[in-house]
């Protein structure tokens, strides 16, 4: 889960990062009051969950109150990347001396928590790393013996950081990662990360990314959570606790287990065809579940067939065909359904089937063939 500018900075905060005392705003009057109140120049900041905001136009200095409004009227209702605005973040504008990059991530090549730093902030942390790679110092976090200060000290030496900006990133950077590990966060990153002419050093921006399994024990953060950047139809399968993922072909797959439909998908892969989405109905599915899920997978307009790959185990195949008969009758269906029913039950399953519109295959080969070509 993605989280924007202004509770990243909310949370950086509570773990010792330098942030700015801002105010969130809705309406171009907030905006109004808010510089009035402060009295002097304000930076006015779009709040989307998409990066590179300054280059879109949706990060703007206002130095007198009219600017302030000028720049809230041309950002509020403004899209970047396929976002609108709807809130930005006003903060007292800093006096930037240098900007810099730091950054915590999941580091799948070193298989750590890996601290990133580079004097090269302010910019994309991707580009950086592909022209100039020599500007980046990097720190796996040992699990063992944490993040300590004499690490920070070490990275940031390394990234470059001249002397008058590394204590000041050092206590930003053990802020970052103790606010990344009490997360359960794959990412937090400051970029940029300032030094002001009056030699202070602040966190200009911030992010981070929660990791979406974790989110059941960071109560704290769920507020945090909006559901309009969700597919919609993702939407509805996560309100039923449907393991859904909406994809860009045309033939609906539903399977038991994570594996076995992964695996469909590369099925339907080899068949010369795309599946439409994944969806896992787990193992033990009863009649509703089944039924739930075919209501799910019909929800995408795109999809012209669907693949039914069960292999049962504690799931049972007269289970699953009630279930597909059930939905025939309640949602009207008038797509060809392609189903591989193996293991427990799979001869009552089928029986149950037989004279229905469904069709049998006897390999996920098979099935994943005729479903393709169904779908045309
Ligand atoms: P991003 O483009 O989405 O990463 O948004 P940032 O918050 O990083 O802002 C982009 C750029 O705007 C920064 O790199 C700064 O150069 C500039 N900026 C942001 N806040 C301030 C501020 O308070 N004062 C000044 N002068 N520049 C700022
Ligand atoms: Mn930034």
Redesign the pocket.
């Known amino acids: 889960m993605k989280i924007h500018?202004y509770q990243a900075k909310e949370v950086f905060g509570r773990y010792g990062v330098p942030v700015?005392v801002g105010a969130v705003c809705t309406t171009s009057q907030e905006v109004i009051d808010y510089a009035v109140k402060l009295g002097k120049a304000i930076?006015v900041?779009a709040q989307v969950h998409a990066?590179?905001?300054?280059?879109a136009g949706?990060?703007k200095?206002a130095k007198t109150v009219e600017d302030a409004q000028l720049a809230a009227d041309a950002i509020l209702g403004m899209d970047i990347k396929g976002f609108t605005v709807k809130k930005v973040l006003c903060?007292?504008?800093?006096?930037?001396k240098d900007?810099y990059y730091l950054g915590v991530v999941q580091d799948r090549a070193l298989q750590t928590n890996t601290v990133i730093v580079s004097a090269a902030?302010?910019i994309d942390i991707e580009q950086v790393a592909e022209e100039t790679p020599e500007k980046i110092a990097k720190h796996p976090i040992d699990p063992i013996t944490g993040f300590q200060t004499w690490h920070a000290w070490d990275v940031a030496k390394r990234g470059g950081l001249p002397p008058a900006a590394i204590p000041g990133a050092v206590k930003t950077l053990r802020g970052l990662v103790a606010a990344y590990l009490a997360s359960d966060a794959n990412m937090a990153e400051v970029?940029?990360l300032?030094l002001t002419v009056g030699g202070e050093i602040i966190a200009?921006?911030g992010k981070m990314v929660i990791d979406d399994n974790a989110l059941y024990r960071q109560q704290a953060l769920q507020g945090y959570h909006e559901g309009s950047d969700e597919d919609e139809i993702e939407a509805e399968a996560h309100r039923q606790d449907i393991q859904y993922v909406k994809l860009d072909g045309n033939v609906g797959v539903i399977g038991n287990g994570a594996g076995l439909v992964m695996t469909t998908l590369d099925e339907v892969t080899r068949a010369g065809g795309k599946a439409a989405n994944f969806l896992d109905i787990g193992g033990g599915a009863k009649a509703e579940l089944v039924r739930n899920s075919l209501e799910i997978v019909m929800m995408n307009p795109r999809v012209k067939s669907v693949f039914f790959n069960i292999f049962g185990g504690i799931t049972r195949g007269d289970e699953v065909a009630k279930g597909i008969l059930q939905a025939y009758d309640q949602l009207n269906l008038k797509l060809p359904i392609v189903i591989r029913l193996a293991g427990t039950m799979a001869d009552e399953g089928r029986r149950l089937l037989e004279g229905s519109p469904l069709i049998p295959a006897a390999t996920m080969q098979e099935a994943a063939r005729k479903a393709v070509e169904l779908a045309g």
């Open positions: 500018e700015p930076v900041k990066g590179g905001r300054g280059k949706g990060v200095i903060e007292p504008a800093i006096d930037i900007e902030g302010g970029n940029p300032v200009a921006d």
